[in-house]
């Protein structure tokens, strides 16, 4: 089955600076890869999603890229903001199709002011 | 829009006491429905998902089982609370008429006490 494993569990940044998170995941098969965000007490957001046919995708502040040889993706945060601070998960499915989704573990990111 | 209900936002129970745990999704029809287990705000664990009315997949043996008693309404139960069920239960949702994996919704999340 499918594993996903996210680095680091917790990342501090400097207001203004750039944050990356990774991912990597084991089924070869995998063909969508998306990023949440939760803000404590809430359920997770999705805030972007890339399939396999692209390497990277942006928007605004947020990119996500995918490298498709080495099994891993990796989310891009620029300009950092204290409301950037939250906990972030990748997720990937097992195979490339069905309806589920296995999740990392989670980076806890947290930008001072 | 879609959007994605659950309630309670917070309950406590005693241990031994039954649980039902009540999810419903407006504004698409037809969806895919999971329910989620999520441990010290970390990490989330598929507990059930169903593709269609009546149609239940377990990903883990527990003490808990799902309904969908209707298109877009999905429920969590048990029928004895064990001290090991604590935790934050996330409903969600995906469109089940998609082509290929789509993406899922998360509700706001139920915070369960078992004392």
């Known amino acids: 089955g499918e594993n996903v494993e996210q680095h680091p569990s917790t990342l501090s940044v400097q207001e203004g600076d750039s944050a990356v998170i990774k991912c990597t995941y084991s089924?070869?098969?995998?063909?969508?890869f998306p990023w949440y965000k939760q803000e404590l007490g809430k359920g997770p957001q999705l805030i972007i999603d890339i399939r396999s046919n692209v390497g990277e995708k942006k928007d605004q502040r947020i990119a996500v890229t995918l490298n498709k040889t080495a099994k891993h993706f990796s989310l891009h945060i620029t300009e950092t903001q204290p409301e950037d601070s939250a906990v972030y998960f990748c997720?990937?499915?097992?195979?490339?199709?069905?309806?589920?989704?296995?999740f990392g573990a989670g980076t806890i990111l947290r930008v001072k002011s | 829009s879609q959007t994605i209900h659950q309630w309670p936002a917070t309950l406590v129970q005693p241990v031994g006491s039954p649980l039902s745990l009540e999810c419903t999704v407006e504004?698409?029809?037809?969806?895919?429905l999971y329910w989620y287990r999520q441990a010290a705000g970390r990490g989330l664990q598929l507990l059930f998902y169903s593709v269609g009315i009546g149609q239940i997949s377990s990903e883990v043996p527990q003490n808990l089982s799902a309904s969908r008693p209707q298109d877009r309404q999905f429920i969590l139960s048990s029928k004895k609370l064990l001290l090991s069920d604590s935790g934050f239960y996330l409903c969600a949702w995906s469109n089940g008429m998609g082509q290929g994996h789509q993406p899922q919704h998360f509700g706001d999340g139920t915070r369960l006490s078992i004392l």
């Open positions: 997720a990937a499915p097992p195979g490339w199709y069905g309806n589920k989704l296995v």
């Open positions: 089924d070869s098969a995998s063909n969508y």
């Open positions: 504004g698409t029809s037809n969806p895919n």
